[in-house]
Structures are given as C-alpha cells and as structure tokens.
C-alpha cells in the first residue's frame, strides 16, 4: 500500500472528521428549528388574511355595523399582513441559503480533513461564517417582523374597545329615547 494511500485511509477513519463536522450539524439544526416556526408564522399570517377577507366582504354585503371604520382598520391591517408576508419570506430565503451553506460547510470539513491541507482549511471556515451572517440576518429580520404583529395585535385591540365604546353610546341612547 503505497504511503499516500495509507494516509488517505487514516484520515478518513479519524475520528476528527466526525468532530470537525459537529459545530454546523448544531447550525443546520438551529436553522431548521427557525424555519419551521417561520413557516407557522407565515400559515398564520394566511389565516388572519382569509379572516379579514371574509370580514371585508361582510362589509361589502351590508352585514357590519360601522362599515367606514371597518374598512379603514381592514385596509390597515391588511397592510401589515402584506409587509410581514414579505419579510417573512425573505427570512425564510436568509435562513434555507444559511442551512445550504452549513451543509456545504459540513461537508467541506470532512473533504478537507480527509483529503485537504491546511492551506485550505480556511473554505469550510468561510461557507460556516457566510452562513452565520445569513442566520443573523434572517434572526433581525424575524425580531424586525415580531413588531409588525405586535402592531397587528395593538390595532386589533384598539379597534375592539371602538366597538366596545359604539355599543355602550347605542345603549345609552336606547336607555334615554325611552
């Protein structure tokens, strides 16, 4: 057996293949966890525009009450639903090119420690910190998004006690017309 041979088959028996490759499988793992509960956000994001949806052809039929102020908060919220939509979808683009290059990164370690040298030890270096630059952007992204929802979420109340306040004014001039 010929002595590069030999060390080709040490190294890929090592154990340090293995070893070396552990940090991104952590990151893979870590972006696949972030994509999945994306892909929720973006399901909810679908119901609460079907929802709206059907609120606003309720409107257009006739069937709510303050039909203006309806409109105005839908057309609103729908706004926000679109721009989350939007930023959503190009976390989920940040987070699938951040587990793409993990992979790459992953299987750049085992190609190098089996069959590389140490002056290219500093490619699998590279892809993993591209792709920890792709994971932070799309972690700003999905803080950035959260502010979205919790605007969503203030205008929903905020338009919920306006309904409250109108059935309270209804009532008091139903308890004074008699």
């Known amino acids: 057996m010929a002595i590069q041979e030999k060390e080709i088959l040490e190294a890929l028996s090592s154990s340090r293949i293995l070893t070396s490759m552990i940090t991104p499988a952590v990151?893979?793992?870590?972006?696949?966890?972030?994509?999945?509960?994306?892909?929720?956000?973006?399901?909810?994001?679908?119901?609460?525009?079907?929802?709206?949806?059907?609120?606003?052809?309720a409107i257009l039929q006739g069937k709510s009450s303050f039909p203006k102020e309806r409109m105005h908060y839908l057309k609103g919220q729908i706004e926000l639903q679109k721009r989350r939509a939007v930023l959503i979808q190009k976390?989920?683009?940040?987070?699938?090119?951040?587990?793409?290059?993990?992979?790459?990164?992953?299987?750049?370690?085992?190609?190098?420690?089996?069959?590389?040298?140490?002056?290219?030890?500093?490619?699998?270096?590279?892809?993993?910190?591209?792709?920890?630059?792709?994971?932070?952007?799309?972690?700003?992204?999905?803080?950035?998004?959260?502010?979205?929802?919790?605007?969503?979420?203030?205008?929903?109340?905020?338009f919920i006690e306006f309904l409250e306040d109108k059935a309270l004014e209804q009532e008091n001039d139903k308890k004074q017309s008699s």
């Open 27 to 57: 990151l893979i793992s870590a972006c696949g966890t972030l994509i999945f509960s994306t892909s929720a956000r973006l399901g909810r994001i679908f119901d609460r525009v079907t929802v709206m949806k059907g609120e606003v052809e």
């Open 91 to 158: 976390s989920m683009a940040a987070l699938y090119t951040a587990t793409v290059l993990f992979v790459a990164a992953s299987l750049a370690i085992g190609v190098n420690v089996a069959y590389g040298s140490p002056e290219q030890a500093w490619i699998p270096t590279l892809l993993a910190l591209v792709g920890g630059l792709f994971l932070f952007a799309a972690s700003a992204m999905l803080l950035y998004e959260s502010r979205f929802n919790l605007r969503f979420v203030t205008r929903t109340i905020d």
